[in-house]
């Protein structure tokens, strides 16, 4: 079952601005995930946050996370072209074993 | 670094066919999953595997199984290949079941 959903589902930026994609799920959770993939290939693991987190830095990665409101944003700062790639949050709802993935948000940066 | 690797980046079978796709982690993760990855559709749980001899279904596993005969290894197989089984799968392995997952590069797989 998909728990995560992304927004938007495509963006385009020029090189240098910000992008924002947000991620909303349906059911508690104990941790939120953030993961990369560029055009054909497997996922790359960007960041964790815990339930009890609610802001997380890596590098130009920002990723806050609203258990109230089931969302969790991640924020990518100073975009370069080597950002281009699609990004996909996974959820693990409380009782489960396992991670469900949301359909990714593909996002284009510009020179 | 963790590598996970798969034994093939592309693949094309006829319908009707049995088709393996392997697996291979190099980390002695306990945990090991398969996707299949469809535009729009994101990536959806075929099986995953917690330990050797282990397999659990997933959202998924219709048409398909699994062995993990060893730690390092996750085979998935489809007994007979079918048209709407045309997508990637890819490979991921994790120490923890909720924790962070290590993707191989995927096999494309078309069946014709």
């Known amino acids: 079952s998909q728990q995560g959903e992304e927004d938007p589902q495509a963006l385009s930026i020029q090189e240098g601005e910000n992008a924002t994609m947000n991620c909303s799920y349906k059911t508690s959770i104990n941790n939120l995930q953030w993961y990369r993939q560029n055009s054909g290939r497997g996922l790359v693991h960007l960041i964790l946050i815990r339930s009890n987190e609610r802001e997380k830095h890596s590098g130009r990665l920002r990723v806050t996370l609203d258990t109230s409101k089931k969302s969790s944003s991640l924020l990518i700062t100073a975009s370069r072209a080597a950002d281009t790639a699609s990004y996909f949050c996974a959820t693990d709802e409380s009782n489960d074993y396992k991670l469900s993935f949301g359909a990714g948000t593909t996002v284009t940066v510009r020179a | 670094d963790v590598k996970v690797t798969q034994s093939s980046r592309y693949l094309v079978k006829r319908t009707g066919e049995k088709v393996f796709l392997e697996c291979v982690q190099d980390?002695?993760?306990?945990?090991m999953f398969w996707y299949r990855q469809d535009p729009g559709l994101g990536l959806r749980l075929i099986y995953f595997s917690y330990d050797v001899k282990m397999k659990e279904k997933g959202d998924i596993p219709e048409g398909y199984s699994v062995s993990r005969e060893k730690k390092e290894r996750f085979s998935l197989i489809l007994e007979s290949a079918s048209t709407n089984q045309t997508s990637m799968y890819l490979c991921?392995?994790?120490?923890?079941?909720?924790?962070?997952?290590?993707f191989g590069p995927g096999t494309r797989l078309t069946v014709t």
């Open positions: 991921a392995s994790s120490l923890s079941g909720r924790g962070e997952q290590y």
């Open positions: 980390m002695d993760h306990e945990n």
